[in-house]
């Protein structure tokens, strides 16, 4: 039972080490991935001439017949020319396939294998089947172990096998020359292809020798070298931590001088001496750009600086200019609202005299129907009617006078308007202007925030008037919107203005025409009345002319009255828009006052840093320039992209 159970348990074991002995043995056996390309293509290349060098001796051999008795005495058989010249062509085809480069390297490594082993079948038909051609079968096997690759020894076995049965079958004297493998040909190609299998094992058997040796002398190879550069680390590694420390030394002395200058560089500008430079003359590399980093920052916050106070400066003067222009604005309102209340009065004077004129043409038509029906008072009614016509007809001419009086002081009036609307259109590009000088410094106090951070505990200065800036320039942006609001509102009255009076003119124009209409039907009556006082006898034709004449008259005076009066409340809704463009105005010359208090309180603020004039005049002008000119684009580039840093020289004031 002891037995069975240990035999039980060795069974499995055995099993697995066969099994991992086998596996080991699969895993060592070649598939030529184990040589170079440039060392396969050379062993490949002279398996293929060792073809073509077949090809000579076998035509020799195929075509000799009879017995040859100079070296080797052997009896060779005839075969028929045409057939060793088919075979030997063979041999020459498989050459050039194997050398054909489309053909991958596996198959034109079985490609020559199967070459060779063909040219060995070929010797051993030539030659009779003497027993001496079966050696070239082994020689091959040999050339073909070149390759590294179990597949030309397969190739190799089955050859010799089949090659042996099939063409024992055929004509077993061409394959052996000896009456017992001509009688048994399967028994004696068992034999041959059982000395090539053993052949073939001893030669895989060296190559799993072969394979395990280089495996294990690749890593002791590895071993040696990953060793050795652990040697040349060490060494270099000690040489190096020496070199390091005298250099710490060395460096740690440098960087405590350096830091001694720094910090008094960094102390003078947080004091607010912005000309301080930190000194680049040092042996080790992060001091050198620290010191090129402090001063491209210095030379930033002191552009920024130089641009502020310039901002500030521009800010004040457009203040001023935009006060300027606000204050001719407003006495422009003034003009209009004062012409505006004239044309008010004088339409209400016009009214007044068409209301009399109504009233006389009323009584002149009372007159006519007077004289149409009592023809005896028909001259003395004829007279008071003709003074009468008279007295209207200097009241139609007092009346065009009044209404184109009106009429150029409505012109007058919009053309006043309209030039006010031009002057609300400065105002507001010069708002605009003030708006893009505001987001423009908003920026500015963004980049000396910037700076201020980068420059840590020493820019805290810079921090709050960056904060104060920030906040002026918020300030100034919600003060032109309500400019902007305003000037709007201001535009949109001014253009309700002009139209009012527009409309206002061509009422007036109506009128004048209304009038001068009447004043020519007056004539007419006049001359009516005249020609009544030359005859009773046309006193029924005048009488119809003047009754005619005085319907007109009284038609036209109505419509002309009913004109003056919509003329008088167009010009009182002018008056009361032209009253409030002038308080608009106002506030806008406020807001731009409050502008430009904020602009000096910035200036001033601005005073307590202390920059290089020299160096910062240039930029001062141009960056003026440019904002006078509208276009702040340059200024905010050298805010955001500052010159370059200025020369250096070790720590002192630029300014000495």
């Known amino acids: 039972m002891a037995g069975t159970t240990a035999g039980s348990r060795g069974g499995p074991s055995a099993v697995g080490r066969w099994r991992r002995q086998f596996d080991e043995l699969v895993r060592y056996v070649p598939d030529g991935t184990t040589i170079p390309e440039e060392r396969w293509a050379a062993r490949h290349k002279g398996v293929i001439v060792s073809l073509l060098a077949h090809v000579p001796f076998l035509l020799v051999l195929g075509l000799y017949e009879g017995t040859e008795s100079a070296v080797t005495g052997a009896t060779l058989p005839s075969i028929p020319t045409p057939l060793v010249l088919g075979q030997v062509g063979i041999v020459v085809a498989i050459a050039l396939l194997a050398n054909w480069s489309r053909f991958g390297r596996r198959a034109r490594t079985a490609i020559g294998s199967f070459g060779l082993m063909t040219t060995s079948t070929l010797m051993v038909q030539f030659s009779g089947g003497y027993i001496e051609a079966h050696f070239h079968f082994f020689v091959v096997m040999a050339v073909v172990a070149l390759y590294e690759d179990w597949l030309p020894f397969l190739i190799g076995l089955g050859y010799v096998a089949t090659g042996h049965v099939v063409f024992s079958l055929i004509n077993p004297a061409n394959v052996y020359n000896h009456p017992a493998a001509i009688e048994y040909p399967f028994a004696w190609a068992g034999i041959h292809a059982a000395f090539i299998l053993a052949l073939s094992a001893a030669l895989m058997t060296n190559w799993y020798s072969i394979e395990r040796s280089r495996e294990e002398s690749e890593a002791r190879l590895e071993q040696v070298e990953e060793r050795t550069e652990q040697i040349q680390e060490v060494e270099e590694a000690k040489a190096e931590a020496e070199r390091q420390r005298e250099a710490v030394e060395e460096m740690a002395e ?207 200065g810079f921090a709050v008037v960056a904060d104060e800036i920030k906040g002026l320039a918020t300030e100034a942006g919600r003060a032109t919107d309500d400019i902007e609001g305003i000037i709007d509102g201001i535009v949109a009255s001014t253009e309700e203005a002009v139209d009012d009076m527009q409309a206002t003119g061509e009422s007036v124009t109506e009128g004048v025409d209304t009038v001068e209409s009447a004043l020519e039907a007056l004539d007419d009556v006049v001359e009516g009345f005249e020609e009544t006082n030359q005859g009773v006898q046309e006193i029924d034709d005048a009488t119809a002319d003047q009754a005619s004449s005085t319907e007109e008259v009284v038609g036209m005076v109505e419509e002309v009255a009913s004109v003056s009066e919509q003329t008088t409340a167009e010009a009182s809704n002018v008056s009361a828009a032209a009253e409030e463009q002038t308080a608009s105005v106002n506030e806008v010359a406020e807001s731009v006052q409050s502008l430009s208090d904020r602009a000096d309180r910035l200036h001033s603020l601005l005073e307590r840093f202390e920059v290089d004039g020299a160096a910062g005049a240039t930029d001062v002008t141009a960056a003026g320039r440019s904002i006078s000119t509208g276009s702040g684009d340059s200024a905010v580039e050298n805010v955001v992209n500052p010159p370059g840093p200025a020369s250096t020289d070790g720590g002192t004031d630029r300014r000495n």
């Not at 980093?293 to 920024?304: L, P, R, V, Y």
């Not at 009233?359 to 029906?373: K, N, P, Y």
């Not at 209207?392 to 006078?401: K, L």
């Open 254 to 460: 440098t960087l405590e001088r350096k830091a001694t200058e720094y910090g008094t560089v960094m102390a003078r500008c947080a004091d607010g001496d912005l000309t301080q430079r930190m000194g680049t003359e040092s042996d080790n590399e992060s001091m050198r750009e620290i010191a090129t980093t402090f001063n491209a920052m210095m030379d930033d916050i002191e552009g920024t600086v130089v641009d502020i106070q310039t901002f500030a400066d521009v800010v004040a003067d457009e203040s001023e200019r935009a006060a300027t222009s606000a204050t001719e604005v407003r006495e422009a309102s003034e003009q209009v609202s004062e012409s505006t209340q004239e044309i008010v009065v004088g339409a209400e004077r016009q009214n007044e005299d068409l209301l009399a004129v109504a009233d006389e043409t009323g009584s002149l038509s009372a007159s006519v129907e007077e004289v149409a029906a009592a023809a005896n008072q028909v001259a003395t009614a004829a007279e008071a009617a003709a003074a009468r016509g008279e007295d209207a007809q200097q009241h139609a001419r007092e009346a065009i006078e009044d209404m184109n009086a009106v009429e150029r002081r409505t012109v007058q009036t919009v053309e006043e308007v309209e030039s006010l609307d031009e002057e609300m259109k400065r105002i507001g590009d010069i708002v605009e202007l003030i708006d893009g000088i505001a987001e423009q410094t908003n920026l500015l106090a963004l980049n000396a925030s910037i700076e201020a951070a980068r420059a840590g505990e020493a820019g805290e």
